[in-house]
């Protein structure tokens, strides 16, 4: 244990001397040979300090995108999509310019927030992975980025889908027929458009349920018209029993009294 600390002290105190007292070229070389002992923090630190220096040199370039990764394996996403956006910007002609385009769009997408969060991060991430796309369009990372773009358009899908759901748990029974329908418009080819379209007919009957008298038809009305929708679309549903259940209800409150 006493030899393992005074090898980390003796390490340490190698770094602290570089740091102080070594030459532009004695530091280049040690952090590239710590970034490749994936010693990420102290090849950042030299970098970090040598990039104004080496700036207009012939390894100005090669700092910076290191530089970029370093921040990148040591999980600053944000930091690494600025500095390989910055690489891209400063050196448009590198022969790697396409590799950092990319990282930077990857960087942004491992940044994006869970879908629970406010979705922002996303937004910008495919926004950057589609410029790559059109950029790059026969990029060997093109694939790639497709991926990427359908990870987050999944992500995008779940966020309005457990919102409109939401609604519905909420009682805002207004709010999730109009969710649910905007659910379906944003995401066409969904595999919950099934169990959406359901459950805008049991929003629809809920809240002619909940309704003052005068509304009711009209609101009861509005449940039949959506379930037919729904047994149009889905006839093997397993929700059409429920379905059914609310249709027959929502018809018997619409049939014409009968007089004596």
């Known amino acids: 244990m006493a030899l393992l600390l005074l090898v980390v002290l ?10 102080r007292e070594g030459s532009v070229e004695e530091k280049y070389d040690a952090a590239m040979k710590y970034y490749e002992k994936d010693d990420f923090f102290r090849a950042s630190v030299l970098l970090e300090e040598l990039i104004p220096v080496l700036k ?9 995108l ?10 600053d996403l944000i930091l690494s999509a600025f500095y390989f956006k910055s690489f891209v910007e400063t050196y ?6 396409e590799e950092a385009a990319f990282m930077q769009a990857l960087s942004e997408y491992q ?11 996303t937004y910008s991430a495919i926004e950057n992975l589609h410029n790559f796309m059109m950029q790059y369009p ?21 966020k309005a889908y457990e919102n409109a759901k939401l609604y519905l748990k909420k009682e805002d029974f207004k709010a999730a027929i109009i969710t649910f329908d905007n659910f379906k418009k944003d995401f066409p080819e969904s595999a919950h ?5 359901y459950l805008k007919v049991e929003s629809a009957y809920l809240l002619a349920r909940n309704s003052v008298a005068a509304k009711q038809p009209e609101r009861y009305a509005q449940v039949i ?30 049939a014409p009294t009968e007089k004596k």
């Open 10 to 19: 003796g390490a340490c105190s190698k770094f602290q001397k570089l740091q």
């Open 111 to 121: 940044d994006s927030a869970p879908y629970n969060l406010d979705q922002t991060s």
């Open 193 to 197: 458009n099934e169990e959406v379209t």
């Open 225 to 254: 018209k959506f379930y037919q929708n729904f047994v149009d679309s889905y006839p093997k549903s397993k929700f059409v029993r429920d379905a059914e259940r609310m249709y027959d209800n929502a018809t018997a409150r619409t």
């Open 66 to 75: 290191t530089f970029a990764y370093c921040n990148y394996y040591q999980g």
């Open 92 to 97: 448009p002609r590198s022969q790697f310019v």
């Open 138 to 158: 026969e990029s060997s990372y093109k694939d790639t980025c497709s991926v990427l773009t359908e990870n987050l358009r999944q992500k995008l899908e779940r």
């Open 56 to 64: 207009g040199t012939e390894r100005a370039e090669q700092a910076q």
